[in-house]
């Protein structure tokens, strides 16, 4: 038996792993930074045996009723991801599975590989509809890489889309996927009028160091990206600083920011009501929005999600409040769920990486509702 976490995204530590029975893990904090909740490991055995396997100290993790009705997800494939029946009794999660194969692959999310983030953009820009940008270098040397798509013109939208602030919420590029394959869809109607009327700025993954090591929230250095977004500097927050200063050289008609929440069981979004620029208009928007994805799809909801900010009480370190402060723009942030939508719930496989896909597509359709209302 051998449980390894070396690879892309990989994060555990072994406690004690001497039986089948009794196998003893933790999960380690994000490098210079007391966050911890992501983890991805490998598990060999022995076929047909009963493997139990517990993660302790979470009682300490980052958001600890994210455990609560949570269920781990494996994979012998790495590409068909399925549930797997877990308890959570305050501080330690366990779960059990006789195995099919050698080996099983566990992950708190489906793994998004910095690998399939590179094979994204090199065929993104293969489409006369995109242009590739490089932004700037990340603290461990990765490139900062933007999608252009659409022709700028004169009295277009600047439409802005940004994944996976934190590293661990893998859901957020899975739905920029989503996003990126329906606007480079030659013959898909929305994708096309979309097109006509704006030009997406997307960054798909906006933590490329935290999602290679295997980080829940933070960057290189322990730095939550999405309290940045006031003052980013290239010491600490690179990818923040590198994005809006692009923001600022072209402009930002409306802005959405894609995460992942590991409490609520929902598709949500969070606005700007406490930005001091917040508006008649900017509420007019939001509603719009909101009322064109309720229609789309019935994986949204507005019932259950954050307690709006007073009137001008807004954090504006963060992404969606920082920018619609700015830029005085329709700006969301938008959360998925680790769990499953409890509205649709699916045992098997719970919240998926193709429900993430089509979320993004639905978007698309909210999206598509509220260009004509953007200001040029």
Request: aromatic letters at 12%.
């Amino acid at each position: 038996m051998q449980i390894s976490s070396h690879f892309d995204s990989g994060n555990i530590r072994v406690i004690r792993a001497e039986q089948p029975d009794d196998i003893l893990l933790a999960i380690n904090k994000d490098n210079q930074s007391d966050f911890y909740q992501w983890f991805h490991f490998r598990l060999t055995g022995e076929v047909n045996c009963l493997h139990t396997l517990q993660i302790t100290e979470l009682a300490g993790s980052a958001y600890p009723n994210g455990w609560e009705g949570y269920n781990v997800l494996a994979s012998y494939d790495r590409q068909t991801w399925f549930r797997v029946d877990s308890e959570f009794n305050g501080d330690t999660l366990t779960f059990s599975i006789a195995l099919e194969q050698p080996q099983v692959y566990f992950a708190y999310f489906i793994p998004y590989s910095y690998e399939r983030h590179l094979d994204l953009l090199a065929d993104a820009q293969c489409s006369p509809l995109c242009e590739l940008k490089y932004l700037g270098e990340t603290l461990d040397g990765r490139d900062m890489s933007m999608l252009v798509i659409g022709e700028p013109a004169e009295g277009k939208r600047n439409i802005w889309i940004t994944a996976r602030q934190h590293p661990g919420e893998s859901m957020a590029e899975w739905c920029a996927e989503g996003i990126i394959g329906r606007l480079l869809d030659e013959q898909d109607g929305i994708a096309r009028s979309l097109l006509d009327k704006a030009v997406f700025y997307i960054v798909p993954n906006m933590n490329p160091d935290g999602s290679a090591r295997g980080h829940l929230r933070t960057n290189a250095v322990g730095t939550n990206l999405n309290r940045e977004w006031e003052t980013p500097s290239l010491q600490a927050s690179p990818e923040v600083y590198y994005v809006l200063n692009a923001m600022h050289e072209v402009g930002v008609d409306m802005y959405l920011d894609l995460h992942g929440d590991e409490a609520l069981p929902y598709n949500f979004v969070a606005g700007s009501e406490g930005i001091p620029a917040y508006s008649e208009r900017l509420e007019q928007l939001e509603s719009q929005f909101k009322q064109a994805l309720l229609m789309a799809t019935p994986e949204f909801q507005d019932e259950f999600g954050y307690a709006k900010d007073a009137p001008g009480q807004a954090n504006l370190t963060i992404a969606s409040n920082a920018v619609g402060q700015a830029f005085e723009c329709l700006a969301y942030t938008i959360e998925m769920p680790f769990k499953d939508n409890n509205n649709l719930p699916d045992p098997l496989f719970g919240w998926s990486v193709q429900r993430c896909q089509q979320f993004g597509e639905d978007i698309l359709v909210a999206t598509h509702n509220v260009v004509g209302s953007l200001r040029t």
